[in-house]
């Protein structure tokens, strides 16, 4: 195995693992609301913490899981360059999808994404964020605004950054539509929570 394929190794890894720590799951039980895979839609990410009824839980999980996705991109661009980092960053969010912990049920990734393209690319955050935003005004469902965000950032980056960052942000469009697919199904019968309301269903 050549220098740079072991570097690419090391970054998935570390990235992976990084991204794995589940945060949302730890930071509620630290609080005593135990297991958040018990509450609500089961999820580990800010949404499902959010369900709580603690606010600062679920901005703490945001800055946790975005933090923990930019981490691993910067310490890895730092390191070995920004082709290294894109791969670390994708790994993050892999982890935090499918935790190894969690026998690989983790979260939707949205905000460890945003995280990752913090690094890569400022401008497309800058756009995808506003565009959560947007949708979520709207129509009040994370779910929708998440799917909707990722997949403009594809568009954003294409336009606005670098064809490697095009690359990654489809890969982790695609990731989080993977993750997102009870919603969409529930989306389809009208069956989604919006902001605010009870989640009908574990997911």
Same mark, same amino acid.
């Given at each position: ?7 690419? @190794? ?119 964020? @506003? ?19 990722? @997949? ?17 942000? @489809? ?33």
């Amino acid at each position: 195995m050549s220098d740079t394929h072991s570097l690419f @190794a090391v970054s998935a890894v570390g990235g992976y693992l990084l991204g794995s720590i589940p945060f949302g799951l730890v930071v509620t039980r630290m609080a005593g609301f135990g297991d958040i895979r018990q509450i609500g839609s089961g999820n580990i990410g800010a949404t499902n913490v959010l369900r709580t009824g603690n606010k600062f839980l679920a901005l703490l999980t945001i800055i946790l899981d975005s933090g923990k996705g930019a981490a691993a991109a910067w310490v890895v661009m730092v390191c070995w360059g920004f082709e290294a980092s894109l791969i670390a960053g994708f790994s993050s969010v892999l982890g935090h999808n499918f935790p190894v912990w969690l026998k690989f049920r983790g979260g939707k990734g949205v905000a460890t994404t945003l995280g990752v393209l913090l690094v890569a690319s400022w401008h497309v955050v800058v756009a995808t964020g @506003a565009t959560w935003l947007l949708i979520a005004g709207l129509f009040r469902y994370s779910s929708l605004a998440s799917m909707g965000a990722l @997949a403009a950032s594809v568009v954003f980056a294409e336009h606005l950054s670098t064809r490697p960052v095009t690359y990654l942000t @489809a890969g982790l469009a695609l990731l989080a539509f993977i993750r997102h697919r009870e919603n969409i199904i529930r989306l389809i019968r009208g069956q989604e929570s919006r902001f605010g309301e009870k989640e009908n269903s574990p997911s």
